[in-house]
T-cell receptor, first 109, second 114 residues
Framework: KNEVEQSPQNLTAQEGEFITINCSYS?????LHWLQQHPGGGIVSLFM???GKKKHGRLIATINIQEKHSSLHITASHPRDSAVYICAVHRGSQGNLIFGKGTKLSVKP | ETGVTQTPRHLVMGMTNKKSLKCEQHLGHNAMYWYKQSAKKPLELMFVYNFKEQTENNSVPSRFSPECPNSSHLFLHLHTLQPEDSALYLC?????????????FGPGTRLTVL
């Protein structure tokens, strides 16, 4: 069993829908990242969280440290949001990340 | 534009070949990383360099040999690879290896070993 689990593995949505991607982890962490990987491979860091909630444009990330759970929400989804979304956690004070397998999102027009 | 470049973007090599992957960051960062991404598996950390010193070798086979001549450049030397080594190899950099250091990723090198 992976230390970082994401659900769902695949998600298809219609343009405009509200989307939620979940991440659960089983280890103690100091921070959690949400990353976006577009076809072709490039990865972009979306959020780094250690508590609470962060918002950037149509993206919202929340984390519940007690429940070891984080969610990434996309409001008013658009086809350009189609990508793989990856959750990753820092186990300690160093920068080594443990990654989930990713959630492949496809937004249809 | 992430400021992290990787060359080549695609590489096909035979099992007896020797090749090198190159990563360069233009962000003034001190830490650099190599990751491997295989199909249907999570990203796996391979090596970490902090101020040109290797601080992590995640049980990587010796057929992968990293080199970090300065904080801006990172190489991954490949020799006698196996077909199962075919994957996307991603380089990343960060200001430091502490948890506050957001990692910036390059576009990756898609490696195919025949």
């Amino acid at each position: 069993k992976n230390e970082v689990e994401q659900s769902p593995q695949n998600l298809t949505a219609q343009e405009g829908e509200f989307i939620t991607i979940n991440c659960s982890y089983s280890v103690g962490i100091s921070a959690l990242h949400w990353l976006q990987q577009h076809p072709g491979g490039g990865i972009v860091s979306l959020f780094m969280l250690s508590s609470g909630k962060k918002k950037h444009g149509r993206l919202i990330a929340t984390i519940n440290i007690q429940e070891k759970h984080s969610s990434l929400h996309i409001t008013a989804s658009h086809p350009r949001d189609s990508a793989v979304y990856i959750c990753a956690v820092h186990r300690g004070s160093q920068g080594n990340l443990i990654f989930g397998k990713g959630t492949k999102l496809s937004v249809k027009p | 534009e992430t400021g992290v470049t990787q060359t080549p973007r695609h590489l096909v090599m035979g099992m007896t070949n020797k090749k090198s992957l190159k990563c360069e960051q233009h962000l003034g960062h001190n830490a650099m990383y190599w990751y491997k991404q295989s199909a249907k598996k999570p990203l796996e950390l391979m090596f970490v360099y902090n101020f040109k010193e290797q601080t992590e070798n995640n049980s990587v086979p010796s057929r992968f040999s990293p080199e970090c001549p300065n904080s801006s450049h990172l190489f991954l030397h490949l020799h006698t690879l196996q077909p199962e080594d075919s994957a996307l190899y991603l380089c990343a950099s960060s200001r430091s290896t502490s948890r506050e250091g957001t990692q910036y990723f390059g576009p990756g090198t898609r490696l195919t070993v025949l």
